[in-house]
């Protein structure tokens, strides 16, 4: 079923273009119509409805939702994330779908005080991980789901998947399970990387100097798993399932992995470590079209240095690992050892089509143990330029490309995207804690927005979707034409205070259970943003 873009009793009626947009307009040459008012923005966005609020122009249709069938034995995962397009033909291809982590009082039926029983967290551990499922178009331009395809599947947390390293790690080159999947990326070579992100909440933690943490899943209770089996990039095939962990990228909280080309043709991936100060990586392949060997670098932001995490290259590494896995193993030791720059929580890297500068996203940083002026609660888009654009230069410079704040409308920059014609999109992340409240009240629930990269509005964040309530929106993706924007809308409700009593119904309509999920959107205003609009 269609959903509205707009509901008219709530929000402002659709003016017809009495007063251009003029910001909106003039931010790109594409924009064609003058179709859009100031008004309808101004008082559409920020947003705190339980819906999907979208600008006029813009309409969405589900796609997945938890829940959802995809063969005769597996079921669409939870918490939709990531999101990756592989064409089969002009109309058909399979899409990769990450599920971050489960929520137990929707999953399991787990609510706290209560006793998790291993029948729950067997549920749990079935609802993260990916989906592959095969989409395809109709005559209308709308995608759905074509149940029981050969290429559908799930991996999740009883995946086995071999670990690519030089040795064996805990045992095994063998894990069970992916899980904590958040963004990703894809390679030149048509595969699709998932990045395990806070590993530490299911099998908990085991440090460099032996200490353990327990994870806040306890999945322990089932079945003990090492912590450093987790943590990493996780390589998919999209049309075959086939997956392997690599380990040469490091093992930390990777919120993603971008892989593009240097000028030579030598593989380059670009991820960072999704925690409060900690750092960001580049790791440069020594062999085509892989990422199994290669050198890892961290940054150092006050020198603009990619510093080597080559255990023959640094006799500081050399006296505290015992060879280069104990190294990737623990990436953060490394990183302070080498004197690597803390970073506001770096999640995701896009790379410019038509400048090759890197775009990296540093969602925030703040703590109530220290006085506010000490605190980065809304974040910015950095923007990181190497000599000559190689990407193989050991030196770089970094600026700010967009600041958060209430001047700039934007806080707490999460997924980007770039269409072809080098304008930004993003989404971004406020805590479910936090959202409405405190520094972020203005802002309320999150969103999707609009980030020309050249011409006199280059910078100026545009407002253009808002999240249901407890929701953030992730996971942009385009088609090939650019007609559609794949959307994940996760943990809608993460808030309600059980099962029983919801803070977001979203997307049913009845009151009943709120379902992440993934969905296409369309319109006018998207071909005029992408350009794509006609006349």
């Not at 119509?33 to 966005?45: C, G, M, P, Q, R």
């Not at 962990?245 to 490091?250: A, C, D, E, Q, Y």
């Not at 806080?411 to 959202?435: Q, R, V, Y």
Request: charged share 25%; hydrophobic share 30%.
């Amino acid at each position: 079923m269609t959903m509205t873009s707009v509901n008219r009793r709530d929000f402002v009626k659709f003016l017809g273009g009495t007063l251009a947009l003029v910001p909106l307009s003039s931010c790109s040459s594409l924009l064609k119509t003058n179709s859009i008012s100031v008004k309808e923005f101004k008082d559409l966005f920020p947003n705190k409805a339980d819906d999907l609020v979208l600008a006029p122009g813009l309409k969405y249709e589900m796609l997945a939702s938890w829940g959802d069938k995809i063969n005769d034995k597996e079921t669409f995962g939870f918490n939709n994330d990531y999101t990756a397009y592989f064409p089969i033909d002009e109309n058909r291809g399979v899409l990769w779908v990450n599920h971050e982590y489960p929520d137990p009082k929707f999953v399991s039926g787990y609510e706290v005080g209560m006793a998790r029983t291993k029948a729950q967290m067997k549920k749990e551990m079935e609802s993260v991980g990916g989906s592959l499922i095969e989409i395809q178009k109709d005559t209308s331009g709308k995608w759905s789901l074509v149940k029981n395809s050969k290429y559908n599947r799930r991996l999740d947390g009883f995946t086995e998947i071999p670990i690519i390293a030089p040795r064996k790690i805990e045992g095994s080159q063998t894990a069970v399970g992916t899980f904590a999947n958040c963004a990703g990326g894809i390679t030149p070579w048509g595969t699709v990387l998932t990045c395990e992100e806070n590993y530490h909440d299911f099998y908990g933690e085991k440090l460099h100097d032996g200490k353990e943490k327990k994870g806040r899943f306890g999945w322990d209770a089932y079945k003990k798993r090492s912590p450093h089996h987790y943590g990493w990039v996780v390589e998919v095939n999209p049309f075959t399932g086939e997956a392997k962990k690599l380990t040469s990228i490091g093992r930390y909280a990777h919120e993603c992995c971008t892989v593009t080309k240097a000028k030579d043709g030598t593989i380059v991936a670009f991820s960072g470590d999704d925690k409060k100060d900690e750092f960001i990586y580049k790791f440069v392949s020594s062999k085509k079209n892989s990422l199994e060997e290669g050198e890892l670098f961290v940054g150092d932001f006050v020198n603009g240095k990619w510093l080597s995490l080559d255990i023959n290259k640094s006799e500081v590494l050399k006296k505290n690992f015992k060879d280069q896995t104990d190294i990737l193993i623990h990436c953060r030791k490394a990183g302070r050892l080498l004197g690597a720059t803390k970073m506001d929580r770096p999640e995701d890297f896009e790379i410019h089509p038509k400048t090759g500068d890197v775009y990296l996203t540093l969602t925030n940083n703040y703590s109530n143990k220290r006085p506010d002026s000490l605190n980065n609660y809304h974040g910015k888009i950095l923007k990181i330029s190497h000599p000559n654009g190689d990407y193989l230069s050991e030196s770089f410079e970094s600026s700010d490309f967009v600041v958060g704040g209430v001047e700039t409308k934007m806080s707490c920059p999460d997924n980007l995207i770039f269409d072809k014609n080098g304008n930004l999109w993003m989404t971004n992340d406020i805590s479910g804690s936090m959202m409405n409240k405190g520094p972020y009240k203005s802002f309320k629930n999150n969103g999707l927005f609009y980030i020309p990269t050249s011409g006199p509005q280059a910078g100026e964040v545009f407002q253009i979707a808002s999240a249901p309530i407890d929701a953030e929106l992730t996971g942009l993706t385009f088609t090939p034409d650019e007609k559609t924007l794949f959307l994940s809308v996760q943990h809608p409700g993460e808030k309600s205070p059980s099962a029983k009593k919801l803070s977001s119904h979203w997307p049913t309509k009845d009151n009943g259970t709120p379902r992440p999920s993934v969905v296409q959107i369309s319109g006018r205003l998207l071909d005029e943003l992408v350009g794509n609009a006609q006349g």
